[in-house]
């Protein structure tokens, strides 16, 4: 089956500094990429959308500066967290889909960010 | 957007087939109902899905409502390892066939 990772599985930031967390799908071309972000308990919450090569197409509510996306690959997409603060601690969870008529959306692991 | 209707948890004793229902009585025409699970801590894990027809694999089985209106993903025999949080989703095709996850049925396997 499809597999996307992401690095890294977690990471603890100061409060004010950026983090950066990859999203790849390992053994296939996704031409979309998604992001989410999880509270503890809570659903998964979509956050954006992004095509290859295309500007991130970002949810109501989520602040695109903030939440800097860049998908310059078919196999790779990035989440940047901008001057993170402790409420920006969560579990964030990138997810792939390929070309093609199917549209499985395959989903990574995940990065737990903590911010201090 | 379609929304579904999960029940917020059920039990299911280990062996035994688990029956995970949800309604989508708003579902359109050419709109799928995917199933995804979701372990504690780990990413979200790709289930089934179906557009009109029974569909089944090697995990489950997937049975839709001649209306479309309710679907029901059976776990044909229950793992302690199927202990999740089971998410029924309706693809929207107009929404850029976005996955939007809602709350879930947390589904606790028991020996």
Known sequence: GAVVSQHPSWVICKSGTSVKIECRSLDFQATTMFWYRQFPKQSLMLMATSNE???????????KDKFLI???SLTLSTLTVTSAHPEDSSFYICSARGTGESYEQYFGPGTRLTVT | DAKTTQPTSMDCAEGRAANL??????????????????IHSQGPQYIIHGLK???TNEMASLIITEDRKSSTLIL????LRD?????CIVRV???????????????????
């Open chain 2, 93 to 111: 095709k107009a929404a850029g066939n976005k996955l939007t996850f809602g709350g879930g049925t947390r589904v606790l396997v028991k020996p």
């Open chain 2, 76 to 79: 044909p025999h229950a793992t």
């Open chain 1, 53 to 63: 090569g295309s500007k991130a197409t970002y949810e109501q509510g989520v602040e």
């Open chain 2, 83 to 87: 202990t999740a949080v089971y998410y």
């Open chain 1, 70 to 72: 860049n998908h310059a």
């Open chain 2, 21 to 38: 229902p949800c309604n989508h009585s708003t579902i359109s025409g050419n709109e799928y109902v995917y199933w995804y699970r979701q």
């Open chain 2, 53 to 55: 027809n029974n569909e």
